[in-house]
Nanobody, 128 residues
Framework: VQLQASGGEWVEAGGSLRLSCAAS????????KGWFRQAPGREREFVAA???????YYTDSVKGRFTVSRDNAKSTVFLQMNSLKPEDTAVYYC???????????????????????WGQGTQVTVSS
């Protein structure tokens, strides 16, 4: 599976962006998908995930502002980001966790070590 993230750009605080992650491979719909981000000098952190069954999970700092969704027919996962803040500035990565194929439709992980496939990252810059 190869992942291609896009949609990152510069935006003013309070603005919105929609990130996309397109995947190759017919088994993508069987995996849990996640979004992570990494700011300069910081570790890569969990942002959001969507399970194979469509259940969504978020880190506390983005709840109510970000929405993760997917289009299995197009093998694409999205991250809609609203009310952006300067602290959201980071490189955003999409990832896929094939354990969902075996662990069930509700499974997801917030640990980057669980994910098997990663996109190349897309830069989001939020100015104050």
């Amino acid at each position: 599976v190869q992942l291609q993230a896009s949609g990152g750009e510069w935006v003013e605080a309070g603005g919105s962006l929609r990130l996309s992650c397109a995947a190759s491979g017919r088994t993508f719909s069987s995996y849990a998908k996640g979004w992570f981000r990494q700011a300069p000098g910081r570790e890569r952190e969990f942002v959001a995930a969507i399970s194979r069954g469509g259940i969504t999970y978020y880190t506390d700092s983005v709840k109510g502002r970000f929405t993760v969704s997917r289009d299995n027919a197009k093998s694409t996962v999205f991250l809609q980001m609203n009310s952006l803040k300067p602290e959201d500035t980071a490189v955003y990565y999409c990832a896929a966790d094939r354990s969902a194929y075996y662990l069930g439709s509700d499974y997801y992980s917030r640990y980057r070590e669980s994910y098997d496939y990663w996109g190349q990252g897309t830069q989001v810059t939020v100015s104050s």
